[in-house]
């Protein structure tokens, strides 16, 4: 059973717009939520966190919104960059800081010039 | 400062070889992790390590799986005997609990297992 999907595969926006990724989860016991971008031929590196105890986290060009009654997070590039073309990766812990990441599937973001 | 080191970064082996990933963890750090990364399944978790002792193996797919952490700067994951639905890219990763509110993992580049 995935405890974090991201439903969508692959999205396709042009340079300078906005890119929204969505991520949901099951485990209501999660309480705080990342985000990793990843190159290819890369490891995934850490782009933006998100505590439950908010539901909003912005770093410049990047933000990322929780909805924990729907128990789904969303993370916002503005503008987009064909820089940004990369796969996101959506995880997720519980409390008790096990250490223990649970990540989605990713999505492929393409970033059109 | 190094980052995650995984060795190879290429494997290709047949059906029925060992197979032996390496990670060399970030200096300092007391947990470290190992993830196979699939289409299907994005990144799975498969074992991971506090203070070199084993925690949570719940992800490692089969008896053919293991793996191990000597030290605190060495682990290998091994795969005994190997078959072409391993073939994946394996990263290893690491993070230091004691900054407990971070969460934050660093990841290694990854080793390419192709199994024919």
């Known amino acids: 059973d995935q405890q974090v999907k991201q439903n969508s595969p692959s999205l396709s926006v042009q340079e300078g717009r906005i890119s929204i990724l969505n991520c949901d989860y099951t485990?209501?016991?999660?309480?705080?939520f990342l985000w990793y971008k990843k190159y290819p031929a890369e490891g995934p590196t850490f782009l933006i966190s998100?505590?439950?105890?908010?539901d909003k986290n912005e770093d410049g060009r990047f933000t990322v919104f929780l909805n924990k009654s729907a128990k789904h997070l969303s993370l916002h590039i503005v503008p987009s960059q064909p820089g940004d073309s990369a796969v996101y990766f959506c995880?997720?812990?519980?409390?008790?800081?096990?250490?223990?990441?649970?990540f989605g599937q990713g999505t492929t973001l393409q970033v059109k010039p | 400062d190094a980052g995650v080191i995984q060795s190879p970064r290429h494997e290709v082996t047949e059906m029925g070889q060992e197979v032996t990933l390496r990670c060399k963890p970030i200096?300092?750090?007391?947990?470290l992790f190992w993830y196979r990364q699939t289409m299907m399944r994005g990144l799975e978790l498969l074992i991971y390590?506090?203070?070199?002792?084993?925690?949570?193996d719940s992800g490692m797919p089969e008896d053919r799986f293991s793996a191990k952490m000597p030290n605190a700067s060495f682990s290998t994951l091994k795969i005994q005997p190997s078959e072409p639905r391993d073939s994946a890219v394996y990263f290893c990763?690491?993070?230091?609990?004691?900054?407990?509110?971070?969460?934050?993992?660093?990841f290694g580049p990854g080793t390419r297992l192709t199994v024919l």
């Open positions: 485990n209501s016991m999660f309480d705080y």
């Open positions: 995880a997720a812990t519980g409390s008790g800081n096990t250490g223990k990441l649970i």
């Open positions: 990763a690491s993070t230091d609990r004691s900054v407990a509110a971070l969460h934050e993992q660093f």
């Open positions: 998100i505590s439950s105890i908010k």
């Open positions: 200096s300092g750090h007391n947990s």
């Open positions: 390590f506090n203070n070199n002792v084993p925690i949570d």
